[in-house]
């Protein structure tokens, strides 16, 4: 069965700090790996998304981490603010899937303490 | 503006009735998926179609049906058959053949409360 893992299912970090959020997959015919952000009573919004031909991809404070031969990938928020506060969901995808269909981690939520 | 919008924002029902949920969506996106959520859970595919008038069963199809008569809309039926219909439900869009299509839509969801 296709599975993403995530953790940890939560965190907490002081204001200006790092979070960091860790995802491991089996399937190595994924080749699409989107991080969303969700605030309490919304639908998740994607942050940022990286295919396995690059290692890194940074969007202001948000930046993915791709490890192919480990199948891991992770999600760093540098200078974490209060309004980052929300739950993240790790996911993967690949182009076999029917339906381009995404297989969720089983989401981390931050708090970012002020 | 375009997006995708889910109706009611609440729902509330009694065990045993059917109730059925709305999702549309202006993006002109050929796929559309229907997820459930459970406190402190990841989200589960219940179902997704690719094209109007065609759908597939997801990971927990099972107490759900849906139909896909337009492109913009996919309403999702939770019947009596399903034994935990609490939980936040989530309807998403996909452009199916763009290059970026693997990226999915969310609307701001139903929640749905059955006692």
């Known amino acids: 069965q296709q599975q993403v893992k995530q953790s940890p299912q939560s965190l907490i970090v002081q204001k200006g700090g790092i979070s960091i959020i860790n995802c491991a997959y089996e399937?190595?015919?994924?080749?699409?790996f989107p991080w969303y952000q969700q605030f309490p009573g919304k639908g998740p919004a994607l942050l940022i998304a990286?295919?396995?031909?690059?290692s890194e991809k940074k969007e202001g404070r948000f930046t993915i981490s791709f490890n192919k031969s480990a199948k891991q990938f992770s999600l760093h928020i540098m200078d974490s603010q209060p309004g980052d506060s929300a739950t993240y969901f790790c996911?993967?995808?690949?182009?076999?899937?029917?339906?381009?269909?995404?297989?969720f981690g089983g989401g981390t939520r931050v708090l970012v303490k002020p | 503006d375009g997006g995708i919008t889910q109706s009611p924002k609440y729902l509330f029902r009694k065990e045993g009735q059917n109730v059925t949920l709305s999702c549309e969506q202006n993006?002109?996106?050929?796929?559309m998926y229907w997820y459930r959520q459970d406190p402190g859970q990841g989200l589960r595919l219940i179902y997704y179609?690719?094209?109007?008038?065609?759908?597939q069963k997801g990971d927990i199809a099972e107490g759900y049906s849906v139909s896909r008569e337009k492109k913009e809309s996919f309403p999702l039926t939770v019947t009596s058959a399903q034994k935990n219909p609490t939980a936040f439900y989530l309807c998403a869009s996909s452009p199916r053949l763009a290059a970026t299509s693997y990226e999915q839509y969310f609307g701001p969801g139903t929640r749905l409360t059955v006692t």
């Open positions: 179609s690719q094209i109007v008038n065609d759908f």
């Open positions: 993006l002109n996106h050929d796929a």
């Open positions: 399937n190595t015919a994924f080749d699409y």
């Open positions: 996911a993967a995808s690949t182009r076999k899937a029917a339906g381009n269909k995404l297989t």
């Open positions: 990286i295919r396995p031909d690059v």
